[in-house]
């Protein structure tokens, strides 16, 4: 049945060959809006075939040259957000787990085998 939805949903927004809210289509097809979005690796109903903005959704091959580099920017920021984002909690990690105190290592003296105390 996604498979159905999707076809039909696509097919919309070529027929109609403009944006479309998502209110619009949520109405239409009988789905929530966030079924309509990529959800961490799920792909969304949408992701496939349309771009997104602020006007709703438009079929990827209907889109202006302009709303294809406005909707690919948009991406990319978000994307970069994301990975500055992992890398100041990492290094924030590390701060945090580097002033844990951690049992001392020493070795035995008669047997050489390293020991936590």
């Known amino acids: 049945m996604n498979e159905d939805l999707k076809e039909a949903i696509e097919n ?3 027929q109609v060959g403009c944006w479309v809210t998502s209110a ?3 109405e239409r097809f009988d789905v929530s809006e966030r079924q309509l979005r990529q959800v961490g ?3 969304g109903l949408c992701s496939e075939f349309a771009i997104s903005g602020d006007k709703g959704f438009r079929h ?5 040259p302009a709303e294809w580099r406005r909707f690919k920017h948009r991406l ?3 994307a970069i957000g994301e990975l500055v984002r992992t890398m100041n909690l990492d290094k924030r990690r590390n701060q945090v787990t580097r002033q844990i105190r951690r049992p001392a290592y020493t070795y035995q003296p ?3 085998q390293g020991v936590l105390l």
Request: proline share 0%; with cysteine; hydrophobic share 30%.
């Open 12 to 14: 919309h927004l070529l």
């Open 24 to 26: 619009e289509i949520c």
């Open 41 to 43: 690796s799920r792909a």
């Open 60 to 64: 990827v091959e209907k889109a202006t």
């Open 76 to 78: 990319r920021k978000h």
């Open 110 to 112: 008669d047997t050489g």
